[in-house]
C-alpha cells in the first residue's frame, strides 16, 4: 500500500509493485491472457474480461496514481488516446478553453475531430491568467493546458489558473508529460486531472506508446473506466509492463535529465544568444521565477532558433550521436524540426502566431555523458 511518507523514488519502485503473491518474483508478471476462469456464476477473483481489467495494467495504474497523488489512473493505448478519453466528459454544445501553444496532435484532434462531434474550442496563451478568465463560458466545462508548452517552453501558473476555473465552476487538465511528477505536481497546485503521454519520459526509453490520465474525483473515475471498457483503447499487458519497467528509475533519470538539460540550454545560450534559446531554467526566460516556484527542476525540453529552414538541416544532418527523431523523453537525445513533425498540422500561418519558425528546433536532452552531447552539438553547429 503507498505510504505518502515515503520519498518519491521508493515509491516509484514499490508502490504498485508489489512482489508476486505466487511465486515472489519481485517484477510484476505480463499477465498475457484476454480472459480470467469464473469460480461460479457471477463469482470471479476480481477479473472477468482484459479489455475491463489486467493485473499488469492495475499495477502500473497504482503506481502512476500514487506517483501524481491522485485518486484513480486510467492508461491507455497512447497519449492521443488519453486526451480523446478526456473529451468524453463532454457533451454536444461543450466547450473547452486549451493552450495556444498546445502539441499539435491535440490541436489536429480537437479541431479536425471532437468540433464535428459538436465541441467547441478556444485557444489562448494561458500564461496569461486573464486571457483564461476571459475565455471562460458558461458552456465552458474544461480548460487543458500544456506547461511548458511544446515546443516554445511557455510556462502557465498552474495555481491562479486553477483558482480561475474553480471559481466559475470548471475543472482544470494539465498536460504533465514534459516534467513529469518526479518535476512537478500539477495535483497539488489545484489541478483536477492530470495526463501524460506516458511515451515520453515515464517510460523513458523510446520503447513503448501509452497516456494515462490521473484523476481526484470519482465521477472523473467513473467516466474513465467506461471509457475504457467501451472504446477499448487501453494499454496492453506488455506496453504495461515496460512503464512498470520504466517508472522504477524515474527518479535517478530525471535527476540527470535536468542536469544535462541546464548545461545543454546554457551552451546554446552562449552560441546562439539567450534570446535564441527557450528554456525555462534560463534567467531570461519571461516565466523563470514562476518555473523555480512551481517546479522541482527545470527539465531537459528546450527549443532554439537556427534562422532558416536551411540553417536547422544543416544542423542536422550534421548529427552523429543524437538523433534526429521525433518524440522525446528517451535516455537518448532526440532532436526534432516542429515545423515539419510534431506542428506540421498547426499549419504555417498558425505557426507563425505561436513563434513555430522554419528554423526552430527542439531537443530532448538524453542521460548521455554531457560532455558527449555538447561535442555532438558543437560540431553539428560548427557545419
Do not use: W
Amino acid at each position: 500500500m503507498s505510504d505518502p511518507k515515503q520519498g518519491f523514488a521508493t515509491r516509484a519502485i514499490h508502490d504498485g509493485q508489489q512482489p508476486d503473491p505466487l511465486t515472489g518474483a519481485v517484477n510484476v508478471p505480463i499477465y498475457l491472457t484476454s480472459t480470467y476462469q469464473q469460480e461460479a456464476i457471477g463469482k470471479n477473483k476480481g477479473h472477468e474480461y482484459a479489455r475491463l481489467t489486467n493485473p499488469t495494467r492495475d499495477a502500473l495504474e497504482e503506481s502512476l496514481c500514487s506517483l501524481e497523488g491522485g485518486s484513480s489512473a486510467h492508461c491507455f493505448a497512447s497519449g492521443m488516446a488519453a486526451i480523446t478519453a478526456l473529451c468524453t466528459m463532454m457533451k454536444s454544445g461543450d466547450h473547452v478553453v486549451c493552450s495556444d501553444n498546445v502539441y499539435g496532435g491535440t490541436s489536429r484532434l480537437f479541431d479536425k475531430v471532437l468540433v464535428n462531434y459538436g465541441l467547441a474550442f478556444t485557444y489562448v496563451d494561458t500564461t496569461d491568467v486573464d486571457a483564461v478568465r476571459a475565455a471562460i463560458r458558461p458552456e465552458t466545462r474544461l480548460v487543458h493546458i500544456e506547461t511548458p508548452t511544446n515546443p516554445m517552453m511557455s510556462v502557465t501558473d498552474i495555481r491562479a489558473v486553477a483558482d480561475v476555473c474553480h471559481a466559475k465552476g470548471v475543472e482544470l487538465s494539465v498536460d504533465n508529460t514534459f516534467l513529469s511528477p518526479y518535476l512537478q505536481r500539477p495535483i497539488e497546485l489545484g489541478a483536477d486531472i492530470v495526463m501524460h503521454s506516458t511515451t515520453k519520459f515515464l517510460n523513458g526509453h523510446s520503447d513503448g506508446l501509452g497516456g494515462v490520465l490521473v484523476c481526484t474525483k470519482p465521477a472523473q473515475a467513473e467516466t474513465f473506466r467506461f471509457v475504457q471498457k467501451c472504446t477499448g483503447g487501453i494499454l496492453s499487458p506488455f506496453e504495461s509492463y515496460l512503464l512498470l519497467r520504466g517508472v522504477k528509475t524515474l527518479a535517478v533519470r530525471m535527476r540527470q535529465h535536468d542536469a544535462n538539460g541546464r548545461i545543454v540550454a546554457e551552451f546554446f545560450a552562449g552560441k546562439l544568444g539567450a534570446d535564441k534559446v527557450f528554456y525555462p531554467g534560463l534567467p531570461t526566460h519571461p516565466q523563470y521565477e514562476l518555473a523555480k516556484r512551481q517546479q522541482r527542476g527545470f527539465g531537459s525540453m528546450l527549443s532554439f532558433e537556427l534562422g532558416s529552414l536551411e540553417q536547422a538541416n544543416a544542423f542536422a544532418t550534421r548529427l552523429k550521436l543524437c538523433y534526429l527523431a521525433e518524440s522525446l523523453g528517451g535516455v537518448e537525445t532526440l532532436i526534432c524540426h516542429p515545423a515539419t513533425m510534431t506542428h506540421a498540422a498547426v499549419g504555417a500561418e498558425g505557426r507563425a502566431k505561436l513563434g513555430i519558425t522554419d528554423g526552430l528546433m527542439r531537443i530532448s536532452v538524453g542521460i548521455e555523458d554531457v560532455a558527449d552531447i555538447l561535442a555532438d552539438l558543437q560540431q553539428a553547429l560548427a557545419g
